[in-house]
T-cell receptor, first 116, second 117 residues
């Protein structure tokens, strides 16, 4: 069975602080894919990034960076110099070939609050 | 460039009433999904359709039915609404089907906020 754990329910930071959102996953698949989604207060779900299991290269996009470590089954998300607009719920998700590859398993989300 | 469109955006029902939530996508995606989002529980899969003409149960299917009307449309029906079904419902679609879709992100609609009194 697939499982995604986001142990941090809520994080509060002051603007310009760096913040890391943790994601730990479990899967028996050798090929799988990890995703991060952002849900701002307006409620829509926005796709941020995809990472496949055979590419452990870290990725940076502006103030966002992702650290994928297979050895610890983690796919953590760091926001550098956080801004108020980063306030949102962030979901980590896992898609593997178990069950025919159709399903995406979500974590319970981390609420990030960035204050002035 | 609509993507995934859900209707209605808000609805209030009384216990026992029926309701169909509509979802349509214009991205020519094969796979479509219905989720519910409840506080502290993330998104839980209700039903999905890997291709036109097929539907399968997800994690929490009880109390719901679905219809994949055609490639574009996937509806979710509550036959006899219960207060426990008060939630935000999201429809999503994804390119490909089965193993060919596992590396694809899902694209979500804006959600339907459903309250059952």
């Amino acid at each position: 069975a697939q499982k995604v754990t986001q142990a941090q329910t809520e994080i509060s930071v002051v603007e310009k602080e760096d913040v890391t959102l943790d994601c730990v996953y479990e899967t028996r698949d050798t090929t799988y894919y990890l995703f991060w989604y952002k849900q701002p207060p307006s409620g829509e779900l926005v796709f941020l990034i995809r990472r496949n299991s055979f590419d452990e290269q870290n990725e940076i996009s502006g103030r966002y960076s992702w650290n994928f470590q297979k050895s610890t089954s983690s796919f953590n998300f760091t926001i550098t110099a956080s801004q108020v607009v980063d306030s949102a719920v962030y979901f980590c998700a896992l898609s593997g070939l178990t069950g025919g590859g159709n399903k995406l398993t979500f974590g319970t989300g981390t609420q990030l609050k960035v204050e002035l | 460039n609509a993507g995934v469109t859900q209707t209605p955006k808000f609805q209030v029902l009384k216990t026992g009433q029926s309701m169909t939530l509509q979802c349509a996508q214009d991205m020519n995606h094969n796979s479509m999904y219905w989720y519910r989002q409840d506080p502290g529980m993330g998104l839980r899969l209700i039903y999905y359709s890997a291709s036109e003409g097929t539907t399968d149960k997800g994690e929490v299917p009880n109390g719901y039915n679905v219809s994949r009307l055609n490639k574009r449309e996937f509806s979710l029906r509550l036959e006899s609404a219960a207060p426990s079904q008060t939630s935000v419902y999201f429809c999503a679609s994804r390119f490909g089907t089965g193993r060919t879709s596992s590396n694809q992100p899902q694209h979500f609609g804006d959600g339907t906020r459903l309250s059952i009194l």
